[in-house]
Antibody, heavy 118, light 109 residues
Framework: QVQLQESGPGLVKPSETLSLTCAVS?????????WGWIRQPPGKGLEWIGS???????YYNPSLKSRVTISVDTSKNQFSLKLSSVTAADTAVYYC???????????WGKGTTVTVSS | QSVLTQPPSVSAAPGQKVTISCSGS????????VSWYQQLPGTAPKLLIY???KRPSGIPDRFSGSKSGTSATLGITGLQTGDEADYYC??????????FGTGTKVTVL
């Protein structure tokens, strides 16, 4: 059974960098699939942030591309998100997920809440 | 800002049927598979439908999906109180990004 678990600080100061990690269990990242990050601001809808393949190739949301870096560590079977220069608008629940080649997300983490505030 | 448009809410009595539309364009739905997700209150989204009309293992056949041109539809029959949730469509866009719908809240009257 594939499981994903997000971890990272729940509070980040404005202008700083948000850093989250998604630990994958029950499946080797090196075996395939894309792995991605999605966020959901309070009371709002889903927003895709970006995805990474085990080889390291990435796709980012054009509206966030200048501030986003997603990386993968196959030795630890995890992948990470960095979002720089955060503002209050980046306050959200952040989810990690596994993406198929047909772009659907079949396994999701439970999500972690990140608040941007001084 | 979502590029896929869904109705904000739909409702029906228990046992009835609801349909949720998802409208896009040739840049996304028109040329790619559509998926649907159910998000129960306070929980992570869950895959309901993939590849336009396929159900993952464990998803009851009360849930169905279809696609025509640049629009897709999710149907829920035999509505139950446990189906009260937010529902999102999703697909790939030619801007090289995954896109989601605006979301629809299903209420069981």
């Amino acid at each position: 059974q594939v499981q994903l678990q997000e971890s990272g600080p729940g509070l980040v100061k404005p202008s700083e960098t948000l850093s989250l990690t998604c630990a994958v269990s029950g499946y080797s990242i090196s075996s395939g699939y894309y792995w991605g990050w999605i966020r959901q601001p309070p009371g709002k809808g889903l927003e895709w942030i970006g995805s990474i393949y085990h080889s390291g190739s990435t796709y980012y949301n054009p509206s966030l591309k200048s501030r986003v870096t997603i990386s993968v560590d196959t030795s630890k079977n995890q992948f990470s998100l960095k979002l720089s220069s955060v503002t209050a608008a980046d306050t959200a629940v952040y989810y990690c997920a596994r993406l198929s080649s047909h772009y659907y997300m079949d396994v999701w983490g439970k999500g972690t809440t990140v608040t941007v505030s001084s | 800002q979502s590029v896929l448009t869904q109705p904000p809410s739909v409702s029906a009595a228990p046992g009835q049927k609801v349909t949720i539309s998802c409208s896009g364009s040739s840049s996304n739905i028109g040329n790619n598979y559509v998926s649907w997700y159910q998000q129960l209150p306070g929980t992570a989204p869950k895959l309901l439908i993939y590849d336009n009309n396929k159900r993952p293992s464990g998803i009851p056949d009360r849930f169905s999906g279809s696609k025509s041109g640049t629009s897709a539809t999710l149907g829920i029959t035999g509505l139950q109180t446990g189906d009260e949730a937010d529902y999102y469509c999703g697909t790939w866009d030619s801007s090289l990004s995954e896109v989601f719908g605006t979301g629809t809240k299903v209420t069981v009257l």
